[in-house]
Each structure stands twice: as structure tokens, then as C-alpha cells.
């Protein structure tokens, strides 16, 4: 069978692979002119646990399942990684609310969390903000761009075509795309065109989705005080995990990102200002002197939309001679080779 993925983000990627493996003639096209232009490459890093999704959800299924499977890749393609975990410390107010999330997480197939106490928490991390802390043993951080391009290595070594800098650009009948560099026939398209995914959905008549792009902006902290990431329990009203402090593998510190909706899928200029990131620097780790933060990057999270209201799931859906995965943001990077698998099944 010939198959054409739309999309050479880290799902189309595997999803590549997964096709390759069974014997399938495999075409990866990707818009960009090199790989992580967008959401696969434009995101905090980390190898998520699962712990922050609906309860029962796809998403925390296919991240949990995904967390494991990442490892797994990450060790086989010698990718720079460190399983460090993370911790999940409450914000003003959400004390009280730190072991209900325990009990309620403590139920998930993953690693058991850990409750730390203030003492214990400052023992590890000095400069954080002493409180009670819950520590997530799945969490992890990778070199993201490693990643795509190892994949990327991997699949063309196995015989995987993929085409950087072909903009698809329409339908030609029902098997054939129609590219910037020429038509190209499929028997089975797949769409993992990620904040674009909605736009190519059209073309097989699916039509009932939107994509929003959701703007995250970052700042680099110029020190790494800390050991581990640093999240706060889920806020209802945000877009995303919230700003937390990340440590890279490169030895700077990640703050960010937020979220607010913007017009441009394209846009990714920075539209936020630096004193919200201060204060949350301060807010975690009142003790840090001397800082300093510079702009980082930007990312769009392809946030999905049904008759005007928010999946906030990830949707993959057969039509036809068609499968499309729409809304694959965090933790996309997590859950693409169990995306992957979920793609396969739906043949």
C-alpha cells in the first residue's frame, strides 16, 4: 500500500514508522524546509507522566502509554534524554488542594508519586519555595531536536521518503495530493499536519473541526537552580499546564510557557511581557539573586475546536480512504508512538 503522511512533526514520524514496519511504501511530507519548525519542536521539552489529563480521558491513556514507548525510542535512538521526574507544587490557594490531586492520581498505571513534605522538598531543591511538593517519577526532558532528527535518520535508512519543503496544497479526485513539487499518489492519506490539520481535513469532506492556535511564549532563566521541572496543580481556567520552570539539558532554565489565542497559525513573534515571567521566577524561588531573564521562543498549540466549543481531546478519525489526527498538542511529543499504534488500528 502507498502512504502519504501530511506532516513530519514527531506523530507523523512515527506514524511513518509504524507503516513502514508492516511492509507499506511510506511518503513523509513535510511543509518546512528542515525538521521542528512548529509544534514538535516549539514546546518545553519534556517527557510527560499523564497525571495532569481528564480523569479516564484518551489523552491521559495515550500519554501514560506514550511515556512509556517514548523511553523505550529514546534509548534505541541514543537521543539525549534524562528521566528525572518533576515536581507539582501548589500556587497561592491551592494548598488545600494538594493530596486530593495525590489520592486521585495515586490510581494511575505510572510510577507512584510521592508526597514530600517543606523540609524534605528544600533538602532537594534549596532555592525553591518550601511547601508541601508532590514528586512525579515519570517526568522526563529530551533534546527534542535530537529526537526529530534521529527519527528521521532511522526511517530514511529504512527506505521512508521524506520530502522537506512540499507544501501540500489541495485534493486531486480522491487519491492523489496535489503538492508545490507535483502531484502525488496515495492509496491512504494520513494527517498529522498538526496546526493545520483542520485545513486538510476539509479536502476529505470532514468539516466539523477547527483549529485555534493557542500562543505560548518563553524566557530563558541565565541560571539552573533547580534540579527537576516545576509545575503547579491544574488551574480549570487555563489553556495549558501553566508557567512553570523547566531545566534544559543545556543548562538554562525554561520559564514559561503561557497561553493566550491568537489569529496567526504562522505568528510565532513573542507578544508577551517579561513581568509575568519575573514574577513567577520570584514566586518560585524567592531566594534566587542576581537573575536575569532573555527572550526565548514561541510556540502555537493546535487547539481544537467543535461547533465553537473545546474538545480537549485528541481526536483521530478514519474517512474514507483518510485518517486524520486533529488537536495533537502537549503531550504530543509524549504520546506520538502510542498515537501511532491508535493510527494503525484504525485500518
Given at each position: 500500500?502507498?502512504?502519504?503522511?501530511?506532516?513530519?512533526?514527531?506523530?507523523?514520524?512515527?506514524?511513518?514508522?509504524?507503516?513502514?514496519?508492516?511492509?507499506?511504501?511510506?511518503?513523509?511530507?513535510?511543509?518546512?524546509?528542515?525538521?521542528?519548525e512548529e509544534t514538535s519542536?516549539?514546546?518545553?521539552?519534556?517527557?510527560?507522566?499523564?497525571?495532569?489529563?481528564?480523569?479516564?480521558?484518551?489523552?491521559?491513556?495515550?500519554?501514560?502509554?506514550?511515556?512509556?514507548?517514548?523511553?523505550?525510542?529514546?534509548?534505541?535512538?541514543?537521543?539525549?534524554?534524562?528521566?528525572?521526574?518533576?515536581?507539582?507544587?501548589?500556587?497561592?490557594?491551592?494548598?488545600?488542594?494538594?493530596?486530593?490531586?495525590?489520592?486521585?492520581?495515586?490510581?494511575?498505571?505510572?510510577?507512584?508519586?510521592?508526597?514530600?513534605s517543606p523540609k524534605q522538598?528544600?533538602?532537594?531543591?534549596?532555592?525553591?519555595?518550601?511547601?508541601?511538593?508532590?514528586?512525579?517519577?515519570?517526568?522526563?526532558?529530551?533534546?527534542?531536536?535530537?529526537?526529530?532528527?534521529?527519527?528521521?535518520?532511522?526511517?530514511?535508512?529504512?527506505?521512508?521518503?521524506?520530502?522537506?519543503?512540499?507544501?501540500?496544497?489541495?485534493?486531486?479526485?480522491?487519491?492523489?495530493?496535489?503538492?508545490?513539487?507535483?502531484?502525488?499518489?496515495?492509496?491512504?492519506?494520513?494527517?498529522?499536519?498538526?496546526?493545520?490539520?483542520?485545513?486538510?481535513?476539509?479536502?476529505?469532506?470532514?468539516?466539523?473541526?477547527?483549529?485555534?492556535?493557542?500562543?505560548?511564549?518563553?524566557?530563558?532563566?541565565?541560571?539552573?537552580?533547580?534540579?527537576?521541572?516545576?509545575?503547579?496543580?491544574?488551574?480549570?481556567?487555563?489553556?495549558?499546564?501553566?508557567?512553570?520552570?523547566?531545566?534544559?539539558?543545556?543548562?538554562?532554565?525554561?520559564?514559561?510557557?503561557?497561553?493566550?489565542?491568537?489569529?496567526?497559525?504562522?505568528?510565532?513573534?513573542?507578544?508577551?511581557?517579561?513581568e509575568d515571567f519575573q514574577?513567577?521566577?520570584?514566586?518560585?524561588?524567592?531566594?534566587?539573586?542576581?537573575?536575569?531573564?532573555?527572550?526565548?521562543?514561541?510556540?502555537?498549540?493546535?487547539?481544537?475546536?467543535?461547533?465553537?466549543?473545546?474538545?480537549?481531546?485528541?481526536?483521530?478519525?478514519?474517512?474514507?480512504?483518510?485518517?486524520?489526527?486533529?488537536?495533537?498538542?502537549?503531550?504530543?511529543?509524549?504520546?506520538?508512538?502510542?498515537?501511532?499504534?491508535?493510527?494503525?488500528?484504525?485500518?
Amino acid at each position: 500500500m502507498l502512504v502519504v503522511i501530511i506532516g513530519a512533526g514527531i506523530v507523523g514520524l512515527h506514524t511513518a514508522r509504524i507503516f513502514q514496519e508492516r511492509g507499506d511504501e511510506v511518503y513523509l511530507l513535510e511543509a518546512a524546509s528542515s525538521l521542528g519548525e512548529e509544534t514538535s519542536g516549539r514546546n518545553s521539552s519534556v517527557i510527560h507522566s499523564g497525571v495532569f489529563y481528564k480523569p479516564g480521558s484518551f489523552k491521559e491513556k495515550i500519554c501514560i502509554e506514550g511515556n512509556r514507548l517514548t523511553y523505550q525510542w529514546l534509548r534505541e535512538l541514543n537521543v539525549n534524554h534524562r528521566a528525572c521526574g518533576k515536581w507539582i507544587v501548589p500556587e497561592e490557594g491551592q494548598e488545600a488542594d494538594l493530596e486530593t490531586f495525590l489520592a486521585r492520581i495515586e490510581s494511575l498505571p505510572t510510577p507512584k508519586p510521592q508526597l514530600l513534605s517543606p523540609k524534605q522538598l528544600s533538602r532537594q531543591e534549596p532555592l525553591l519555595r518550601p511547601t508541601q511538593a508532590i514528586f512525579i517519577p515519570s517526568t522526563g526532558l529530551v533534546d527534542a531536536a535530537g529526537y526529530l532528527k534521529s527519527m528521521a535518520v532511522y526511517l530514511e535508512e529504512r527506505g521512508v521518503h521524506i520530502i522537506l519543503g512540499c507544501r501540500v496544497t489541495g485534493l486531486r479526485g480522491e487519491c492523489a495530493l496535489e503538492t508545490e513539487r507535483g502531484e502525488i499518489p496515495f492509496d491512504l492519506a494520513i494527517n498529522a499536519a498538526g496546526l493545520y490539520a483542520d485545513e486538510v481535513a476539509r479536502w476529505s469532506g470532514l468539516n466539523e473541526y477547527e483549529i485555534r492556535p493557542c500562543r505560548g511564549d518563553y524566557y530563558l532563566l541565565n541560571q539552573q537552580p533547580l534540579q527537576r521541572p516545576v509545575y503547579h496543580l491544574p488551574n480549570r481556567s487555563a489553556h495549558g499546564l501553566g508557567v512553570h520552570l523547566t531545566p534544559t539539558l543545556d543548562g538554562q532554565t525554561l520559564v514559561g510557557p503561557n497561553a493566550f489565542f491568537i489569529r496567526e497559525k504562522s505568528n510565532y513573534s513573542p507578544l508577551s511581557s517579561i513581568e509575568d515571567f519575573q514574577r513567577s521566577v520570584r514566586f518560585y524561588l524567592p531566594h534566587l539573586k542576581d537573575f536575569s531573564l532573555s527572550q526565548g521562543y514561541s510556540g502555537n498549540r493546535p487547539k481544537l475546536f467543535r461547533a465553537g466549543q473545546p474538545v480537549g481531546e485528541f481526536i483521530l478519525k478514519k474517512k474514507g480512504n483518510w485518517i486524520h489526527a486533529l488537536g495533537i498538542e502537549s503531550p504530543g511529543l509524549t504520546a506520538a508512538p502510542a498515537l501511532a499504534r491508535e493510527i494503525l488500528r484504525l485500518l
